[in-house]
């Protein structure tokens, strides 16, 4: 009989557990994640070989913080064109946060002074490769 009872009070107790959980109100649907758009073919990247002069950060959200750098061009692909001073947004992972970045994307870690080649969609537009490349 004690068992019962017992039973009968876990189950009340764990409903109005639950019911003091829900939020109250309409539940709005959760944002979706912003997904990088495809490069169309109109818009084709741009390939170089460039050293870093300045990175500023602009922001940080969902363990991802985005820099600004500016990057002044040494040799530029065949079919690229890029000012000599250009611009480009460059997440890296922001580990002040403590919350874990998302999988599946590029991050990368920007230092002035790196000499780097970069692939990017255009003069202020995202970084698709970040490599180090050696002084010479």
């Known amino acids: 009989m004690r068992f019962i009872i017992?039973?009968?009070?876990?189950?009340?107790?764990?409903m109005i557990y639950a019911q003091q959980q829900r939020p109250s109100g309409p539940q709005q649907p959760a944002p979706k994640p912003?997904?990088?758009?495809?490069?169309?073919?109109q818009q084709k990247l741009q390939m170089a070989i460039a050293t870093v002069a300045?990175?500023?950060?602009?922001?940080?959200?969902?363990?991802?913080e985005m820099f600004l750098l500016t990057m002044r061009l040494e040799k530029l692909a065949?079919?690229?064109?890029?000012?000599?001073?250009?611009?480009?947004?460059?997440p890296t992972k922001d580990k002040?946060?403590?919350?874990?970045?998302p999988l599946g994307k590029d991050y990368f870690?920007?230092?002035?002074?790196?000499?780097?080649?970069?692939?990017?969609s255009g003069n202020g537009g995202?970084?698709?490769?970040?490599?180090?490349?050696?002084p010479r």
């Open 78 to 90: 065949a079919g690229s064109s890029l000012p000599s001073e250009f611009i480009a947004m460059c």
């Open 96 to 101: 002040k946060s403590g919350i874990m970045a």
């Open 6 to 14: 017992f039973i009968i009070t876990l189950v009340f107790v764990s």
């Open 109 to 120: 870690t920007p230092n002035i002074g790196d000499r780097v080649f970069v692939m990017l």
């Open 34 to 41: 912003q997904q990088k758009q495809p490069v169309s073919k």
């Open 54 to 64: 300045d990175a500023k950060s602009i922001g940080s959200n969902e363990g991802v």
């Open 126 to 134: 995202d970084l698709f490769a970040y490599t180090p490349v050696n």
